[in-house]
C-alpha cells in the first residue's frame, strides 16, 4: 500500500518493448515525461540494456547506439520482462559473471527512477507499477512473476509499490471521456503479452467492482515475430540441415527445441552455452552438403556476432509494412550474409495463425467470463501496436464490428492511466 504522506507517485508502465513514467500527487496527474534524450518520442524509453562491460550500462535508444558504435560487441539485452514467470530462467551472463533476473530488471527501473527524480527534482520512493493481465496462463507462476517484479522494484530503491493491471490503467484513462454508462472491452495488444479487461465504465469514480472479467494470453507482437524467424527465415540459419553422425546410417534433421531458440530474440543468448555450440559446431562438419554447411556459419554468425536483435528489427518493420500493404521485402546484410526475402501478407498470416488462434482464444475466453455475450459489449478500446496488425483486427471485427473498435495513443494510455491511479492513492 502506498503511504498517504507521499508527495509524488510514479507511474511506471514497464513494457516488454518500452517503458514510460509518469506522475501524480493530491493536485494533479502529470504526463509521460522525457526520459530518452535520443528517441524520436523522447517520453518512451526502450526497454533495452546494453552491457559494453559489467560495470557500463546504457538504455533504451542510447544501448542501441553504443551496440552498434562497438561493431556489436558486449551484450545486448531486451524483452526481460517476458521472462518472468519462467521458473527455469534464473539470469544471464555479462563478461562471464551471473546476473540473475531481479537485478537485471532492477538495473532498469533504477535508472527510470534516476531520470524520474532528476526531472521531478526529488527523491521519489513510491510507485504504482503496471503488470499484465496475467504473466502466465498458470495462476502460481502468474504470482511468481509478480514476486520477481516487486524485488526488483525494490532492488531499484522503491518502498512503496502498488500493482495495477495494465488493461485497466488503460480503461482508467479512457472513463474520463465516457458519458453515458457502457460496458467496455480493454484490448491491449503489447510485445509480450495480450490482455483483455471487460468493465462497466462511466464518468463516475472507478471502483474494483467495475471489473467484470480479466484474462489474457503471454503472446503478442514479439511471437508474431517469432512465427516469421520460424517458418521463413531461420531456414538461412540452420533450421532444416541435415546430417549424418560419422559411421552412423541415419540421415538426421537439426533438433526443432534448439532451432525454437532463434525464433525469441531473448533466447538467441541461450545457445551461446558450451553445449550447444559444440553441438553446432559437429554438425556444420557432419553436414551433407556446402550449402548445408554455410547455414551453419551463418548460424554461428547470428550468435557470435549477436546478429538476433538486428533481423528482428527487420522482421518487426516488415510486419509493421504488412499491416499497411498486400507484401513487405525482409533484407538483412552483415559482412558476407545477405539476406532478402519477399513476404506476402497471405504468407504472414499462415505463419501466424498459431498464435493469432491462441490470442483471440484467450478474447473469447474472457468474454465467456464475464458473463455477457459478444453483442452487449459497446466499446472495445484498442491499445498497443500488435493491435494493428491486420489479422488481429479481423478476429476483433468479426466479433464486435468495426463500428465499436475504438483506437487510442498506442504508448501512453497505460501510462496515463497508471497515473490517475497513483493520484488516488496520493489524496487517499
Not at 537439426?254 to 541461450?270: F, G, N, R, W
Request: with cysteine; proline share 4%; charged share 25%.
Amino acid at each position: 500500500m502506498i503511504r498517504k504522506d507521499s508527495m509524488l507517485v510514479y507511474a511506471i508502465d514497464f513494457g516488454t518493448s518500452n517503458s514510460l513514467l509518469a506522475a501524480a500527487d493530491e493536485n494533479r496527474v502529470y504526463s509521460p515525461i522525457p526520459l530518452d534524450p535520443h528517441a524520436v518520442d523522447p517520453t518512451i524509453l526502450r526497454t533495452l540494456l546494453y552491457f559494453q562491460s559489467v560495470k557500463d550500462c546504457y538504455f533504451g535508444a542510447q544501448a542501441l547506439k553504443e551496440f552498434v558504435h562497438n561493431d556489436l560487441q558486449g551484450r545486448l539485452i531486451r524483452s526481460v520482462k517476458r521472462f518472468l514467470p519462467m521458473r527455469s530462467f534464473k539470469g544471464t551472463f555479462i563478461e562471464n559473471r551471473p546476473v540473475n533476473l531481479e537485478d537485471l530488471i532492477a538495473i532498469f527501473l533504477k535508472e527510470m527512477r534516476r531520470r524520474g527524480n532528476e526531472h521531478f527534482k526529488m527523491e521519489v520512493d513510491s510507485v504504482v507499477l503496471g503488470r499484465p493481465a496475467r504473466f502466465s496462463t498458470e495462476a502460481l507462476d502468474d504470482d511468481y512473476a509478480q514476486s520477481r517484479l516487486e524485488r526488483a522494484a525494490r532492488l531499484a530503491g522503491f518502498k512503496h509499490i502498488e500493482f495495477c493491471p495494465e488493461p485497466v490503467a488503460a480503461a482508467r484513462e479512457y472513463r474520463t471521456q465516457l458519458k453515458d454508462s457502457k460496458i467496455v472491452l480493454v484490448a491491449d495488444f503489447g510485445g509480450g503479452t495480450s490482455d483483455y479487461t471487460i468493465l462497466r465504465m462511466s464518468n463516475e469514480p472507478f471502483r474494483d467492482s467495475d471489473v467484470l472479467a480479466v484474462g489474457g494470453v503471454p503472446l503478442a507482437g514479439d511471437s508474431l515475430d517469432g512465427g516469421v524467424m520460424r517458418h521463413r527465415i531461420s531456414t538461412h540459419f540452420g533450421s532444416g540441415v541435415r546430417y549424418q553422425v560419422p559411421f552412423g546410417s541415419n540421415t538426421l534433421s537439426m533438433p526443432t527445441h534448439l532451432m525454437e531458440k532463434i525464433c525469441s530474440p531473448a533466447d538467441i543468448s541461450v545457445l551461446r552455452e558450451r553445449d550447444t555450440l559444440d553441438f553446432f559446431a559437429n554438425v556444420r562438419n557432419w553436414a551433407l552438403d556446402p550449402e548445408s554447411r554455410k547455414k551453419m556459419d551463418q548460424l554461428f554468425l547470428l550468435i557470435h556476432e549477436n546478429l538476433g536483435f538486428g533481423v528482428f528489427e527487420e522482421i518487426d518493420r516488415v510486419k509493421r509494412v504488412l499491416s499497411a500493404s498486400d507484401r513487405g521485402d525482409f533484407q538483412f546484410s552483415y559482412a558476407d550474409l545477405k539476406i532478402v526475402e519477399g513476404i506476402q501478407r497471405g504468407e504472414f498470416e499462415k505463419y501466424v495463425e498459431p498464435q493469432v488462434d491462441r490470442i483471440l482464444g484467450a478474447l473469447d475466453e474472457t468474454v465467456k467470463a464475464a458473463g455477457v455475450p459478444f453483442s452487449a459489449i459497446d466499446v472495445v478500446y484498442c491499445t498497443g501496436g500488435t493491435s494493428r496488425v491486420p489479422i488481429i483486427l479481423d478476429g476483433l471485427k468479426r466479433r464486435f464490428g468495426e463500428s465499436k473498435l475504438v483506437e487510442r495513443n498506442f504508448f501512453h494510455s497505460i501510462a496515463q492511466g497508471l497515473a490517475e491511479r497513483a493520484r488516488d492513492l496520493a489524496i487517499q
